[in-house]
């Protein structure tokens, strides 16, 4: 599940410090940011490249930090448009992408063994039916139920209108209901 996002004054606050060179601000950043972005790349380059992208995300945001205004974009959907950009060139650069690993379950204790293994099934059939998904149908799914983003800030980090990621999220969501309907899964999944 997705963090709680901070008030956007608490980030705006940090980021002014950093941009005026305070090293504690953008670690105080980075921490705030790391979980997302670290699923989102998980989600969309190979298991063992991601901890290099992520550094490099994270780096970029640093140097470039002093060029971030806020205007009309949030800090977040500008560090997630640099995550989309290091994705896509990595992309660009090996196009061959490996198999993401199925096996992101909860390893709790608690669980019932047999909850664990529906848990997996599932979760490694709805990935695999994700993966069938046309490139902008997976990339909003991602962001919108892996990250949890909102419609807004998809729109930001793609660069398109809200409305026209409405209509994505609409076309993925129906794309992946029939993939898992294929798959066995009844609609109510979704």
């Known amino acids: 599940m997705p963090s709680p996002t901070p008030h956007p004054f608490d980030v705006d606050v940090l980021v002014f410090a950093a941009q005026e060179g305070d090293k504690e ?18 989600y969309r380059a190979p298991v063992d490249e991601v901890d ?8 970029k945001a640093w140097m470039n930090i002093d060029k971030y205004e806020k205007r009309d974009v949030q800090f977040s959907s500008w560090l997630f448009r640099i ?17 993401i690993d199925p096996d992101m379950a909860d390893p709790s204790d608690k669980q ?8 997996t099934m599932l979760s490694k059939t709805v990935r695999e039916a994700v993966d069938q998904l046309k490139e902008p149908y997976r990339q909003v799914i991602t962001l919108k139920f892996l990250i949890g983003l909102s419609n807004t800030e998809i729109a930001e980090v793609l660069g398109e209108r809200e409305g026209n990621v409405r209509v994505l999220q609409f076309r993925a969501l129906k794309e992946l209901k029939d993939l898992l ?10």
């Open 52 to 59: 290099d992208l992520v550094e490099t995300i994270f780096i």
């Open 83 to 99: 995550a989309h950009n290091a994705v896509i060139d990595y992309r660009r650069a090996h196009r061959s992408i490996a198999e």
């Open 25 to 42: 601000a953008f670690g105080q950043l980075y921490d705030l940011y790391f979980d997302p972005i670290y699923r989102y790349v998980y």
């Open 112 to 119: 019932a063994p047999k909850e664990l293994t529906e848990k």
């Open 181 to 190: 309907s294929q798959k066995g899964l009844k609609a109510e999944f979704l």
